[in-house]
């Protein structure tokens, strides 16, 4: 009977020795699970002040670069691709109305955040000081041959350089990218054939560019009243005319289409814009929008790669010279030179499996000063 219990009483440790090795295990793998959670929370935390810290250095940039004629993306000597760099007087204005403030964390934080700041302050300080460069004068400047080259009697606007950067530090990547607004196809005002060509240069085929385009209208129909007359006029495809319904509000609402891919909207939003008037400015216009307005010759749109690629400004008398007068009197009434600045700053960044995004909206006042418009966390 001893002999009995004795086995009984060793089950019962067994047992219970399992029961405490499970729930032994049970709490490791919870525990590991709140420490994963716990990095992942923290690595976010630090992509996301990355990207916001990153976008707000670029829009300081920005102030600089409008102070000397230029502007090079300076956060970090991003290493900008293929675009323009070079430094900005170290006393020029870094007052940008309306700028998030830069993260107050990051002034004097050790381990990421301190590294991110000590990053940017190495990276502005390295650029060392140039004196501002003007900008050349293009034949032809100072005589009117009609109203056109009248109005570019004025000395031309400093050509912004835009472009995209990239830095890393401490395992993370971060990219920002400076984008004119007025370099870009607008998709509330420009015709449905405009918007087609510029699908098709992007790489969609005739059909894919005509679904997305019905997409995108049935959309921006949906967001009318019922009783909309617009609304009730069924499903005109016109080719001439731009796409029907409300206007868009902002280039991310595309996220809204029904079938429209991410894919899609990060190749489209390159190239395409709901602000401004409608017209590009070849100064910032992608090959892509060119040809979209009507601009097909390569040997054409190379003289224009030229003479961007120098930082002189492109002005009706110099895109009538390169382009010839057939081919400018197609394209002429879809340009324009002189437009209300817009850009936008967007900052991505990566952390681990964590990314973080930021976006800033700026135009520059009659002062000459940057003002920001909005900003946004979170952007695609």
Known sequence: MDRARRGYILIAVLAALALCTALLGAYAATARRAVTLAAADVQGAQAQYAA??????????????????????????????????????????????????????????????????????????SQGVEPARAEPELAGQSGAEDGAAGAEAAPPAPIVVTGRGYMEFDGARVEVSLESENGKINLNLSTRRTLRDLLIVLGAKSDEADATLNAIEDHRLSLLAATSVERAAGSRREMERPLRGRP??????????????????????????????????????????????????????????????RREPLTATSMRQILGMAVYNQ???????????????????????????????????????????ESREGWM
């Open 331 to 373: 394209v002429a009434d879809r340009l324009a030179y002189s437009l209300e600045p817009l850009f936008t700053v967007r900052a991505r960044a990566t952390k681990g499996a964590s990314v973080g995004r930021f976006m800033m909206r700026i135009t520059i006042n009659e002062n000459g000063t940057p003002v920001m418009l």
């Open 52 to 125: 916001r810290g990153a976008a707000i250095q670029a829009a300081k940039d920005l102030s600089y670069g409008i102070g000397r004629g230029g502007f090079a993306l300076q956060a970090g000597r991003f290493g900008a691709s293929g675009e323009g760099s070079g430094g900005a007087p170290r006393g020029a204005s870094t007052q940008i109305e309306g700028l998030p403030a830069f993260p107050p964390e990051m002034s004097n934080a050790a381990g990421f955040l301190g590294i991110l700041a000590r990053r940017m302050e190495q990276a502005r300080s």
């Open 248 to 309: 868009l509000d902002r280039i991310e609402d595309l996220l809204n289409v029904p079938g429209l891919s991410p894919a899609l909207y990060e190749s489209l939003v390159r190239h395409a814009t709901v602000m401004g008037e409608g017209l590009l400015d070849p100064n910032y216009a992608s090959e892509e929008a060119l040809i979209a307005v009507g601009i097909h010759s390569e040997p054409l749109l190379r003289r224009i790669a030229e003479v961007k690629s």
